[in-house]
């Protein structure tokens, strides 16, 4: 089945990247594939939910890639990567006014 298939794609990925990041994480061990098969099944939830905004400018598969990559488990220990355009707002006092 095609779901089967592509969850354990993502699974695989999901043990490259956490293997990746294991340097700076507190998990070791075990806990490590139980943190990728979490980030996988996480994933898959995430895809079928964004399924419609799939335009076909890529390989699905590339396409659900980036799911497991740019959204690891919090239980990693590495924090989501944020946009380069984006820039956190101080605002000392009185609320923000945008230029």
């Given at each position: 089945m095609a779901f089967d298939r592509l969850h354990g794609m993502l699974v695989r990925v999901a043990l490259r990247e956490v293997g990746r990041r294991?340097?700076?994480s507190?998990?070791?061990g075990p806990a490590l594939t139980d943190v990728a098969h979490q980030a996988a099944s996480d994933a898959m939830v995430a895809i079928l939910a964004k399924l419609a905004t799939f335009r076909g400018?890529?390989?699905f598969t590339t396409w659900a890639y980036?799911?497991?990559v740019r959204y690891p488990?919090?239980?990693v220990g590495v924090?989501?990567?944020r946009s380069?355009?984006?820039t956190p707002l101080e605002c000392p006092g009185s609320p923000c006014e945008r230029p």
């Amino acid at each position: 089945m095609a779901f089967d298939r592509l969850h354990g794609m993502l699974v695989r990925v999901a043990l490259r990247e956490v293997g990746r990041r294991a340097t700076r994480s507190p998990v070791t061990g075990p806990a490590l594939t139980d943190v990728a098969h979490q980030a996988a099944s996480d994933a898959m939830v995430a895809i079928l939910a964004k399924l419609a905004t799939f335009r076909g400018e890529s390989r699905f598969t590339t396409w659900a890639y980036r799911f497991v990559v740019r959204y690891p488990p919090a239980s990693v220990g590495v924090p989501r990567r944020r946009s380069p355009y984006h820039t956190p707002l101080e605002c000392p006092g009185s609320p923000c006014e945008r230029p």
